[in-house]
């Protein structure tokens, strides 16, 4: 990370391009799982939508593949400076915006579709928030190395492996202080955690729980975030998704799993809007019958 950094910074986009899409190519002809995982993908959207042009072909599978790689220059051009807020179309209903200025801080819910850098970018970029990324890996403080380094003062990793009580005072103290949470709701952590099967594309697929747990039991509001690119441009979407998620004795899984089925359909029809921006290079339905690609 820290090479491709200094690469992009000393020799620009345009000159790092073909070393990027060359390791790309070479992840694409090598990667048979992650090739057959977006195989799988692509063949699960293009029935679920009806629309049989999405379907997989070699030319479809390396096109997603080319996809990321454009979406990691992106990422380079954001934490670079070289990406203004003015340069971002912010889509904003529910006027979310205006609340991340004043009260206690709310919690949003984002997908590997897109590019959520260019959203988490807003914290540094004019909209002087301080966003708490909650992540699975061990590597948080790593990372939050890096991305001082890179100029990012108000976005902090947040390594979150259970949500004891210790872990949920340290969040709803940050949320006092006018903090926002955000997280994955379309991981699921590697090494076990809370997950529930709901329909996604058509077939059963695990969620994490985390998200809708976390908004429960700090009793914050729950928004959506999505940033996808369109007409080469990118578009910020802020949705307001749930005041507050409650459950009684008895009700929180059934409460949960509503939720998290909602969100499933949410992120299907996000999907569909930009087919070759979902990054999930694994096996995310876990049942491994795509192996024609």
């Known amino acids: 990370m ?33 090739r057959r995982a977006i195989a ?17 072909t070699r030319a479809s ?22 990406l203004a807020v003015a340069q971002v179309r912010i889509d904003d209903p529910a006027g979310l915006r205006a609340a991340m200025h004043s009260g206690r801080g709310q919690l949003l819910v984002g997908a590997h579709l897109g590019n959520l ?9 004019g909209e002087n928030l301080t966003l708490n990324v909650l992540v699975h890996t061990k590597h948080a403080e790593h990372f939050n190395r890096l991305l001082r380094s890179a100029g990012a003062d108000r976005l902090r990793l947040i390594q979150v492996s259970e949500l004891d009580p210790a872990s949920m005072m340290q969040l709803s103290e940050r949320l006092d202080r006018g903090e926002w949470l955000a997280i994955a709701g379309d991981r699921v952590p590697l090494h076990g ?7 996604f594309l058509g077939h059963a697929a695990p969620f994490p729980q985390g ?31 749930a005041e507050r998620i409650e459950w009684r004795r008895g009700t929180r899984d059934a409460v949960i799993a509503g939720w998290v089925q909602r969100y499933a359909d ?8 930009a087919p070759r921006q979902w990054f999930n290079f694994y096996p995310f339905w876990k049942d491994h019958d795509d192996t024609s690609q």
Request: with cysteine.
């Open 117 to 125: 850098e260019v959203c988490q970018a807003l914290a540094e970029l």
């Open 40 to 56: 799988q993908y692509q063949r699960y959207l293009a029935a679920w939508s009806g629309q049989p042009r999405l379907n997989p």
């Open 266 to 273: 949410h992120l299907a029809a996000q999907c569909l809007l």
């Open 193 to 199: 955690g809370r997950t529930v099967c709901v329909d």
């Open 61 to 82: 599978l390396f096109a997603q593949f080319m996809a990321f790689a454009d979406a990691l220059l992106d990422k380079l051009d954001v934490w670079g400076g070289r």
């Open 2 to 34: 820290r090479l491709t950094a200094w690469l992009a910074r000393h020799l620009g986009r345009r000159a790092l391009a073909p070393l990027l899409y060359l390791i790309v190519t070479y992840f694409f002809l090598f990667g048979g799982p992650a």
């Open 211 to 241: 998200p809708w747990l976390l908004a429960g039991l700090l009793g914050c509001p729950l928004n959506l975030l999505s940033c996808l690119k369109r007409d080469g441009r990118y578009t910020v979407l802020l949705e307001r998704f």
